[in-house]
């Protein structure tokens, strides 16, 4: 299944029913409705789904946006806070994405589960890497220093997005929904890749499965912190499903694949057609642009 993210033109409507005409007429049956999804486009939303124009293959975390909110803002309530409250409103907020998606007849969210509060190193390797330091032992020392201090502030805030989950689970089971977990571009986000295992061991049998972000991840294959096909490879059988967009390097995503560095052909052995495969892209992308990038990938990954 193919769908398209209403990322990419949320903005420019006030009309939800006209916001998913648009995605329809690029040719998608299904859409995913982003975290940008204010409340003012529910209406047209549920109009367009009940009268069969376009079918909903995911909701994005948080959707709809809070009450007065206006913006995307997927790590508006982040499950890992420290405060109380945040989390709390962490678990409302994703329990009428939930509630939501039923409505409008979506088998999957996909979930950002918080971070580790510390440094934003993530933004100095990206510097450093623009100009041309990645193999410098400034990099390297800086690398090792927020891996180091990651690793040694993480765990209570693991602990708390676990709970967090906990709260949410049962909810999406009663309703027979999949949450997909996404992987980050930040290394300060959660999880980190080497702790994808033991988040799925901790939930086994829950239905807790897989999102893989192809920009994020070819983020992190710039920087020299994974290898992306083999990360892909790790988590293929938790695989729920794809956003897809391409990586201008080092760090320009949600850009329209065939621009950029990921190597979607090394991406197709773990690709299956019951996956959710979402278009993800910047609302910058022309729609000529976004019309070459779907054909891009679907001449490699197949049309199902």
Same mark, same amino acid.
């Given at each position: 299944?193919?769908?398209?993210?209403?990322?990419?033109?949320?903005?420019?409507?006030?009309?939800?029913?006209?916001?998913?005409?648009?995605?329809?007429?690029?040719?998608?049956?299904?859409?995913?409705?982003?975290?940008?999804?204010?409340?003012?486009?529910?209406?047209?939303?549920?109009?367009?789904?009940?009268?069969?124009?376009?079918?909903?293959?995911?909701?994005?975390?948080?959707?709809? +946006?809070?009450?007065?909110?206006?913006?995307?803002? /997927?790590?508006?309530?982040?499950?890992? &806070? @420290? $405060?109380?409250?945040? !989390? *709390?409103?962490?678990?409302?907020?994703?329990?009428?994405?939930?509630?939501?998606?039923?409505?409008?007849?979506?088998?999957?969210?996909?979930?950002?589960?918080?971070?580790?509060?510390?440094?934003?190193?993530?933004?100095?390797?990206?510097? +450093?890497?623009?100009?041309?330091?990645?193999?410098? /032992?400034?990099?390297?020392?800086?690398? &090792? @220093? $927020?891996?180091?201090? !990651? *690793?040694?502030?993480?765990?209570?805030?693991?602990?708390?997005?676990?709970?967090?989950?906990?709260?949410?689970?049962?909810?999406?089971?009663?309703?027979?929904?999949?949450?997909?977990?996404?992987?980050?571009?930040?290394?300060?986000?959660?999880?980190?890749?080497?702790?994808?295992?033991?988040?799925?061991?901790?939930?086994?049998?829950?239905?807790?499965?897989?999102?893989?972000?192809?920009?994020?991840?070819?983020?992190?294959?710039?920087?020299?912190?994974?290898?992306?096909?083999?990360?892909?490879?790790?988590?293929?059988?938790?695989?729920?499903?794809?956003?897809?967009?391409?990586?201008?390097?080092?760090?320009?995503?949600?850009?329209?694949?065939?621009?950029?560095?990921?190597?979607?052909?090394?991406?197709?052995?773990?690709?299956?057609?019951?996956?959710?495969?979402?278009?993800?892209?910047?609302?910058?992308?022309?729609?000529?642009?976004?019309?070459?990038?779907?054909?891009?990938?679907?001449?490699?990954?197949?049309?199902?």
């Amino acid at each position: 299944m193919y769908a398209f993210s209403t990322c990419w033109n949320a903005h420019r409507h006030a009309d939800g029913r006209a916001m998913l005409r648009e995605i329809r007429e690029l040719g998608f049956d299904y859409a995913e409705l982003s975290h940008g999804t204010r409340i003012s486009l529910l209406p047209g939303i549920l109009e367009a789904v009940e009268a069969g124009e376009i079918k909903i293959s995911s909701l994005h975390n948080f959707c709809p +946006l809070p009450m007065g909110v206006t913006f995307p803002a /997927p790590n508006l309530f982040q499950f890992s &806070a @420290e $405060a109380p409250r945040e !989390r *709390e409103l962490a678990v409302r907020y994703t329990l009428k994405t939930l509630e939501f998606a039923t409505r409008v007849g979506a088998p999957a969210v996909v979930l950002h589960l918080g971070s580790v509060d510390m440094k934003d190193y993530t933004s100095r390797l990206k510097r +450093l890497v623009e100009s041309g330091e990645k193999d410098s /032992p400034r990099y390297e020392k800086l690398c &090792a @220093e $927020a891996t180091s201090r !990651r *690793e040694a502030k993480k765990e209570k805030f693991v602990e708390r997005t676990y709970e967090t989950l906990r709260r949410i689970l049962p909810e999406a089971q009663a309703r027979g929904l999949k949450l997909g977990v996404e992987n980050r571009e930040a290394l300060e986000e959660i999880p980190l890749e080497t702790d994808f295992p033991f988040l799925f061991r901790e939930f086994d049998g829950a239905p807790l499965g897989y999102w893989h972000d192809t920009g994020h991840a070819q983020i992190k294959e710039n920087l020299g912190l994974i290898h992306h096909a083999l990360h892909l490879e790790s988590l293929a059988d938790r695989l729920v499903g794809f956003h897809i967009h391409d990586t201008q390097f080092p760090a320009r995503d949600h850009c329209a694949p065939g621009t950029g560095t990921v190597n979607f052909a090394a991406l197709k052995p773990f690709v299956r057609p019951e996956h959710i495969k979402v278009f993800e892209f910047s609302p910058t992308v022309t729609r000529e642009d976004a019309l070459r990038g779907i054909a891009h990938v679907k001449a490699i990954w197949g049309e199902d």
